[in-house]
T-cell receptor, first 114, second 112 residues
């Protein structure tokens, strides 16, 4: 079955440490997204990528970085510059410009500070 | 600016009907989505509206009025498993990209 796989499910970060969240999809989707969700909040866009080797900042990109070297993969690095990283991180993808096609989500990674 | 408003919480009774409203102000409107999200899980797609009117899908229906910047999600014959957060999201066309802008979600509690 096609889908989006995020790993790990839970992640702990120490002060001053960079951590990388994995997102892999086998849906052959061009567009991929990273969102952050805080308790009782909606999803806020961190970064998105429409094609390989290209990505754009979302609304809250500071303290994060991404890469898109392969169509299937869109890893997110939470850097030490992100002072409040504790949140639920969701990766999503969708086919390009395709009307009612919704974004598909991975199961998420919950990041906490040690 | 871009803004999406939903009630924060709602409570309803098992077997009843509940309507969750969503109002939005965005540039370049290109469709509205409703998602269901259970605690600690990923959102799952419920419905999509791009033209005015009602879309029905089983116990769930969604309505859109583009001129009023308004949508609602209607849940009928409520079941306990419908207790979840319901997210309204607007696709905003900007240049070559279609991004989703999410509301903060409405937490629905279904009581026996």
């Amino acid at each position: 079955d096609g889908g989006i796989t995020q790993s790990p499910k839970y992640l702990f970060r120490k002060e001053g440490q960079n951590v990388t969240l994995s997102c892999e999809q086998n849906l052959n989707h061009d567009a991929m997204y990273w969102y952050r969700q805080d308790p009782g909040q909606g999803l806020r866009l961190i970064y998105y990528s429409q094609i390989v080797n290209d990505f754009q900042k979302g609304d809250i990109a500071e303290g994060y970085s991404v890469s898109r070297e392969k169509k299937e993969s869109f890893p997110l690095t939470v850097t030490s510059a992100q002072k409040n990283p504790t949140a639920f991180y969701l990766c999503a993808s969708n086919p390009p410009e395709s009307g009612g096609q919704p974004q598909h989500f991975g199961d998420g990674t919950r990041l906490s500070i040690l | 600016g871009q803004n999406i408003d939903q009630p924060t919480e709602m409570t309803a009774t098992e077997g009843a009907i509940v309507q969750i409203n969503c109002t939005y102000q965005t540039s370049g409107f290109n469709g509205l989505f409703w998602y269901q999200q259970h605690a600690g899980e990923a959102p799952t797609f419920l419905s999509y509206n791009v033209l005015d009117g009602l879309e029905e899908k089983g116990r769930f229906s969604s309505f859109l009025s583009r001129s009023k910047g308004y949508s609602y999600l209607l849940l009928k014959e409520l079941q306990m498993k419908d207790s979840a957060s319901y997210l309204c999201a607007v696709r905003s066309y900007g240049g070559a990209t279609n991004k989703l802008i999410f509301g903060t979600g409405t937490l629905l509690a279904v009581q026996p």
